[in-house]
């Protein structure tokens, strides 16, 4: 059997979405980084999937929707199954490593591990996995301590390389020469005034609990363009175009929309640009991070483990005791711990992380003249 540390061809499993790819890339890197001709391939979901060509350490791609994810359509037989774990077997993996939220069980994918013969399977488990995992590294959460997710799926790499970095490397998105050529070109067509301090607002989020008003937003918006005399821009997917119209039609003063016309490479690159996203806790916060971007997130309460990673940010909300109820809609039907949140507040934060005016400079100096 290989060890951990002559892995060289090595499976890391991540079904989740954007946003948990994003905050696994720290872990994947110390992997890339402790032995730099080892060969990682990511097994993730179609959503998650979507993000993997910007991640630089990765060599290859498993497209997997598990019948074990919510959001994966009914099968109507077993045989994705099988098809993947031959595919797995064919690849001959050295090593499985099983990223998980501690919500989740990893025991589905460890066997489908154990059935494509990997010889090496790691994961946090609640329960004694036995034969499923060779290395097993008991879930401490939520009972013992809460980490962040780029901590979590560091430490699970750092029990079986000792010899990798102390702290998690930064989280890391590529963006080719080309996307940021075609953003140069939306930018210019949409009129942003270059020379002039503007900020990105991401109004959306998939789960109903985690979305801020958005009267709310319009006032915001309305603040930071008549008050502040800042630009901005909103960002969204197609199915979001009516919010941000009507946020648009509310705030009563100039904005601009590129909602629907980015490609997710294209939207990297504009945060990479824009001084300062303001959003909800959704996948453009960890873009952002990702590309060195401050944050003020919306936070709703639940979650702890998805603030943004190794940038400058503003977390807000408002205490409730309902908090961490890790639903998608919210259980009592106020949504306080958003909806109590004032405008002011998120102006004002924005205002605090606008301040540094070196970032702005040179960042637009950047994309505009690479």
Not at 37 to 63: C, F, N, W
Not at 69 to 82: C, M, V
């Amino acid at each position: 059997m290989p060890t951990w540390n002559a892995a060289r061809n090595l499976l890391c499993i991540r079904l989740d979405t954007i946003g948990d790819v994003i905050m696994t890339t720290p872990a994947m890197r110390a992997l890339k980084q402790s032995q730099p001709e080892r060969r990682l391939t990511l097994m993730t979901s179609a959503a998650g999937a979507a993000i993997a060509s910007l991640i630089p350490d990765l060599d290859d791609v498993i497209v997997y929707d598990a019948p074990w994810l919510k959001a994966t359509a009914l099968r109507q037989s077993s045989q994705p199954e099988y098809a993947m774990i031959e595919r797995l077997r064919q690849a001959q993996f050295d090593a499985a490593i099983i990223f998980t939220v501690y919500s989740q069980n990893p025991l589905p994918a460890a066997f489908l591990c154990y059935m494509a013969g990997i010889p090496l399977r790691l994961a946090h488990c609640r329960e004694n996995p036995y034969q499923l995992l060779t290395d097993w590294v008991k879930d401490p959460e939520p009972e013992l301590q809460i980490r962040h997710e780029v901590q979590r799926q560091f430490d699970l790499v750092q029990s079986v390389h000792n010899s990798a970095a102390l702290d998690p490397p930064p989280m890391q998105l590529r963006v080719s020469p080309q996307a940021a050529a075609a953003l140069r070109q939306i930018l210019a067509q949409l009129g942003l005034e270059f020379d002039r301090p503007w900020v990105v607002i991401h109004p959306g989020a998939t789960a109903p609990s985690r979305r801020y008003p958005p009267e709310q937003f319009a006032i915001v918006g309305r603040q930071l363009v008549q008050e502040l005399g800042l630009q901005v821009i909103w960002t969204g997917t197609a199915p979001e175009q009516e919010l941000v119209s009507t946020i648009q039609q509310q705030m009563l003063a100039p904005s601009y929309s590129l909602v629907d016309r980015l490609t997710l490479e294209q939207m990297a690159a504009l945060l990479a640009l824009t001084p300062l996203l303001i959003s909800n806790n959704t996948g453009p916060v960890h873009i952002a991070a990702a590309m060195g971007t401050p944050v003020v997130d919306l936070y709703a309460l639940t979650n702890p483990q998805h603030t943004p990673w190794g940038v400058p940010h503003r977390v807000l909300f408002q205490d409730v005791p309902c908090r961490f109820c890790y639903k998608s809609i919210c259980p009592e039907g106020h949504h306080h711990c958003l909806q109590l949140v004032a405008p002011q507040t998120v102006v004002d934060a924005a205002l605090e992380l606008l301040q540094p005016t070196e970032r702005v400079v040179s960042a637009a100096s950047a994309l505009l003249h690479c």
